[in-house]
């Protein structure tokens, strides 16, 4: 036999190193689950390490791309995800985020020297009507659906009391700041890595578990859910249509802007009192 010949046990090898590939990455993804969703650190851990070790033996560039996933998911993990607003709070959710999305970026470009993980802000295209009438679903259903799940489970006690102009203002700030945050990892760091790997549905579906895990932690509990799903596995979707950061920024800032509108009128009744669907 040849030197280059394949033998069925080569053959064989590498077929189970091909279908170990997916269940690594789903290692690292439920990580996200008991990091942030169960807040177990030792077993996110644990998941992690075990995804990568599957990964070094399916695919080595899946695992430095499931490496550069974990850094961010291990820096995520240092720090409680309860929303505080003090200036402490603002400066630990604003350096850990940043760093966050910071060293994954950089282990890609100036280690793998790839340019896997962008932030495609000037795509220079006109929204289509799609992406018109999409947002102003957007609109109407985050109008409709929202007041219901926040002020009907009670999920608005998950975030501080804000009564005055200064804790209404850094509501604002942290609402809106996290949501751009949102899109720069799940979709421009974890989505991108994982689609390079797989097909879309599958990498949708990982970044989806470790979107709605972290913001299961942030205060998206109860039956939060069933409307973060959905929400998360859209963004990818319409990541993937229109390959313009600008445009799901957009689409989860108008969510924001109805959630932080709900908060501030939950602990305010007379502020933002325009919620029809407002069950108490």
Known sequence: ????????????????????????????????????????????????????????VADRALLRHLFCISTGLVVISTMSLRADLSNAGMARF??????????????SRW?????????????ANRWSRFEFGYLGLVVVAGYLVLP???LGSGAYRNWPQVTGANEITRLFI?????????????????????????????ANLLQAVVFVSFLWELGYRGWGPVLTVPFALLQGYI????????????????????????LVHAYNPALFDVFPTDPR
């Open 1 to 56: 036999m040849s030197a280059g010949a394949t033998t069925p046990e080569s053959f064989e090898g590498r077929s189970v190193a091909r279908h170990a590939r997916l269940p690594a990455a789903a290692l690292v993804a439920l990580s996200a689950v008991a990091l942030f969703g169960l807040q177990q650190r030792p077993t996110g851990y644990v998941l992690i390490a075990a995804g990568l070790a599957v990964a070094a």
């Open 148 to 150: 219901v799940y926040f």
């Open 94 to 107: 604003a350096v850990t985020l940043s760093a966050a999305v910071v060293l994954p970026y950089a282990l």
């Open 174 to 202: 942290g609402v809106n700041a996290v949501g751009l945050w949102d899109e720069l990892f799940f979709i421009c760091v974890v989505f991108a890595l994982l689609r390079h790997h797989f097909p879309f549905w599958q």
């Open 111 to 123: 280690w793998l020297r790839e340019n896997i993980i962008t932030f495609p802000v000037g795509t």
């Open 239 to 262: 990541f993937q249509r229109t390959r313009s950061l600008p445009y799901v920024v957009t689409v989860h800032l108008t969510f924001d802007a109805i959630i932080f509108a709900i």
